[in-house]
DNA sequence: CTAGTGATTCCCT
DNA sequence: GGGAATCACTAGC
């Protein structure tokens, strides 16, 4: 049988370490939002390491900003940020303070609250689909910019938590080449998800958009 | 299944 | 001014 997952707290020792080594470690992790109307949870299972001062695709590369502000600060905490006009993404800040480095989260499985999620994520076709993208899983769990700087860390209620859950074994994870990032960003092999799960996104790579007239 | 495109607004240059 | 760590929808195979 299956033991259940582990509802203890990540510390935020389990940030403070360098991105490359907490990406592949937040899976099978479970994220926590909690609503007004209940909890949702989240079982991740797609992700994104992104390293500030090396990495050309990173939102810190070209340094500190009202927006990325939050990326600079200590790790444990929220980065959440608004793209495209209408979409929201959020991502766990690692590393020591001021290294700017982050995980943005991909894809999950909604393991407790799928009714909350679906009245967000009304074009969803199975709950498969509720949290299978960046944006999509930022949508299900009402994640938006109010909630950037939010700390996942702190002793007490939290809008956000992370929890232990059950870490997925080395052997069940792959990684590949990033999803979305322009430039050279894509180059690096830094997304990591679980092998053969019907939640992970899988979108094809950046394509370049020309200015309509 | 894949490929193409419009939507919509914040924020940096 | 214009790109953006995306999504939803459509057409076509």
Redesign the pocket.
Known sequence: MIAPPDRTPLPRTFFDRPVLEVAPDLLGRILVRQTPDGPIEVRLTEV?A?DGPNDP????Y??R?????V?FGPPGHV?V???????H?M?LVCGPDGRAS???L??GEIVEGADLARKR?L??RNDK?LA??????A?ALGVD?TLDGTDACAPGETPLRMLTGAPVPSDQVRNGP??????D?GVHPWRYWVANDPTV?L??A???????S
């Open positions: 994104e992104y695709g990173s939102h810190a070209r340094g900003t009202a927006r990325n502000d990326m980065y940020y608004f793209t495209y006009g209408m979409w993404c991502n982050a995980v943005l991909r894809a994520r074009s969803a689909e299978k993208g960046p944006a999509r899983l949508t910019r990033r999803t979305g990032v322009a430039g960003g996104s979108y094809r950046h394509t370049p958009r020309r200015r309509s």
